[in-house]
Every structure is written in C-alpha cells, then in structure tokens.
C-alpha cells in the first residue's frame, strides 16, 4: 500500500498496518500513485494508492492518468471529507 496520509485517510493506513500490510509513505499524492504503478508494473500484483480528497486526488491526476493509459492494476482509495453527503 502506498499513501500520502491525510486526516480524511489516517484511519484506513493506521489500520492496514495494523492488519500487517506494509505500507509505504510518500511525500506527494503524485508519488503514491507512482509507485503504486511501478509496483504493479515491476511485480504484476496488484498496487494500491491511498490518498486524500479534494487536492490530494487533484495532485494525483497525471500519474492516475499514465497508469490508467498503461493499463495498469492500480487502485486508488480516496478519502471522504468528513460531513459529505451520503447517497440514499
């Protein structure tokens, strides 16, 4: 798992490493999403990116799009702001 921890994500990383899942800290939402992609181009398997709403999906954009045009097997989790709607 790679994140960019935000107050919208702190939960769900400080629980996948708890669950024993190793994650990895970036300095930008950019760089998540990067390395995310390399792991799944280098290894195969499945990369994950977490990252937080608002600017931290802004930031991520060209690597979500060079990642989406390699198809690669990347998942991004996006935070939630806290108060957001919900549907239904």
Same mark, same amino acid.
């Given at each position: 798992?790679?994140?960019?921890?935000?107050?919208? /994500?702190?939960?769900?990383?400080? !629980?996948?490493?708890?669950?024993?899942?190793?994650?990895?800290? /970036?300095?930008? !939402?950019? $760089?998540?999403?990067?390395?995310?992609?390399?792991?799944?181009?280098?290894?195969?398997?499945?990369?994950?990116?977490?990252?937080?709403?608002? $600017?931290?999906? /802004? %930031?991520?954009? %060209?690597?979500?799009? /060079?990642?989406?045009?390699?198809?690669?097997?990347?998942?991004?989790?996006?935070? !939630? #702001?806290?108060?957001? #709607?919900?549907? $239904?």
């Amino acid at each position: 798992l790679f994140a960019y921890m935000s107050r919208d /994500t702190c939960k769900v990383v400080a !629980e996948a490493s708890k669950q024993g899942i190793k994650v990895f800290h /970036t300095r930008h !939402e950019h $760089g998540a999403v990067g390395m995310a992609d390399g792991y799944w181009r280098a290894s195969g398997r499945l990369g994950v990116a977490v990252l937080g709403q608002g $600017g931290g999906l /802004t %930031n991520a954009i %060209n690597a979500l799009l /060079t990642a989406a045009r390699g198809r690669s097997g990347v998942v991004a989790l996006i935070g !939630e #702001a806290s108060g957001a #709607a919900k549907p $239904g």
